[in-house]
């Protein structure tokens, strides 16, 4: 027997719409008339509809949330007052959970232009390829999707290609725990990629490489010097029991890491007040704590790291701006680079 449902042209449309009108629920909470439902609804779609299919549609909907009720034994109704217009009788409620919304929709946007940043790889035009498939089942109606765009947020494009070239195919090794026989700086090593990272416009990567001479062999690898991924190795994928990904960098400033170093507590005073909102709102590390002077013109910050060439680099970046307080060992260094500096200019 026909059903209201299958004698409908372009059904497509049709559940289009439904999905619609709940996300408008959803998101407006309520809609004060037919005619403004109609309206709104028309808005997203390429092909016009009548106002009488719109009473279909409330209709239909209605029937949908029958059925929704029963199956999930609630009491939740589509009603029309007067003065409050259409809204259904759960705050917050949606019907189509896993439909696409427009808010849905403009993430998706924003997630493609900011991967515009391996625009001409592999990487990039899948997963444009992917929000293309998204959007085609979303709310989107006559959306162009070959015209969707990808630089309203504008990104750093100076990473090498290089490097972006291999990351689909460590990502995937992630995913997949693959071993993967690597030619790295003209030497051919089994590896177990774990983490990529990307550190002032160069990527890295954390993998446990079965030939490494290292105490561990779970080290950083830059990966402009992957030369081929030949293919899976005849390795198992090893997990590194002592490995954590959260920890890995957590006294790094970039990509420093020492297996057995211990981080060092650097109290920094700054001098310069202009500058103070910037370190407070762009902290150094994620470890940085901060106070400020009674009098208001010095900052004192505090970060746990490493002692390591990166902490002389951003001590060095602040100039005559910043004085090191402790420890001794960080000061004693910081005064040595100063003298050598002072050489350079006799």
């Known amino acids: 027997m026909a059903t209201k449902r299958n004698i409908r042209p372009k059904a497509k449309l049709f559940n289009e719409r439904l999905e619609l009108i709940d996300e408008l629920l959803f998101r407006l909470v309520h809609i004060p008339s037919r005619n403004e439902l109609h309206k709104k609804v028309n808005a997203k779609l390429q092909e016009k509809v009548t106002l009488e299919c719109i009473d279909n549609d409330i209709s239909d909907l209605k029937d949908e949330l029958i059925t929704y009720n029963l199956k999930n034994k609630t009491n939740i109704e589509l009603r029309f007052k007067r003065n409050v217009g259409y809204s259904y009788t759960e705050r917050g409620f949606r019907l189509f959970k896993n439909s696409v919304s427009d808010e849905d929709k403009n993430l998706l946007l924003l997630a493609n232009s900011l991967f515009n940043v391996f625009n001409g790889t592999p990487l990039q035009d899948k997963f444009s390829e992917v929000v293309k498939k998204v959007m085609a089942e979303?709310?989107?109606?006559?959306?162009?999707?070959?015209?969707?765009?990808?630089?309203?947020?504008?990104?750093?494009?100076?990473?090498?290609?290089?490097?972006?070239?291999?990351?689909?195919?460590?990502?995937?090794?992630?995913?997949?725990?693959?071993?993967?026989?690597?030619?790295?700086?003209?030497?051919?090593?089994?590896?177990?990629?774990?983490?990529?990272?990307?550190?002032?416009?160069?990527?890295?990567?954390?993998?446990?490489?079965?030939?490494?001479?290292?105490?561990?062999?779970?080290?950083?690898?830059?990966?402009?010097?992957?030369?081929?991924?030949?293919?899976?190795?005849?390795?198992?994928?090893?997990?590194?029991?002592?490995?954590?990904?959260?920890?890995?960098?957590?006294?790094?400033?970039?990509?420093?890491?020492?297996?057995?170093?211990?981080?060092?507590?650097?109290?920094?005073?700054?001098?310069?007040?202009?500058?103070?909102?910037?370190?407070?709102?762009?902290?150094?590390?994620?470890?940085?704590r901060h106070s400020l002077s009674k009098s208001e013109d010095k900052l004192s910050v505090t970060i746990e790291v490493y002692d390591c060439l990166e902490l002389y680099t951003l001590i060095n970046s602040f100039g005559c701006n910043v004085k090191v307080l402790e420890p001794k060992s960080v000061v004693k260094k910081v005064k040595e680079n100063a003298k050598g500096v002072m050489v350079l200019y006799k």
């Open 138 to 288: 979303s709310l989107t109606g006559g959306t162009n999707l070959e015209a969707i765009p990808n630089d309203f947020v504008q990104v750093d494009k100076s990473i090498s290609l290089k490097s972006t070239q291999w990351i689909p195919r460590l990502l995937e090794a992630i995913f997949e725990k693959d071993c993967l026989e690597i030619v790295y700086k003209g030497k051919k090593r089994d590896m177990c990629p774990y983490v990529i990272k990307q550190y002032r416009n160069k990527w890295y990567m954390v993998a446990w490489d079965y030939s490494s001479t290292h105490k561990s062999k779970t080290n950083l690898y830059t990966i402009d010097n992957i030369e081929e991924i030949v293919g899976f190795s005849g390795e198992k994928y090893f997990v590194d029991p002592e490995f954590n990904a959260t920890d890995y960098f957590k006294y790094s400033l970039g990509i420093w890491h020492e297996h057995n170093e211990k981080p060092v507590m650097v109290l920094l005073e700054f001098l310069e007040p202009k500058m103070f909102n910037g370190i407070i709102n762009n902290p150094l590390h994620h470890s940085q």
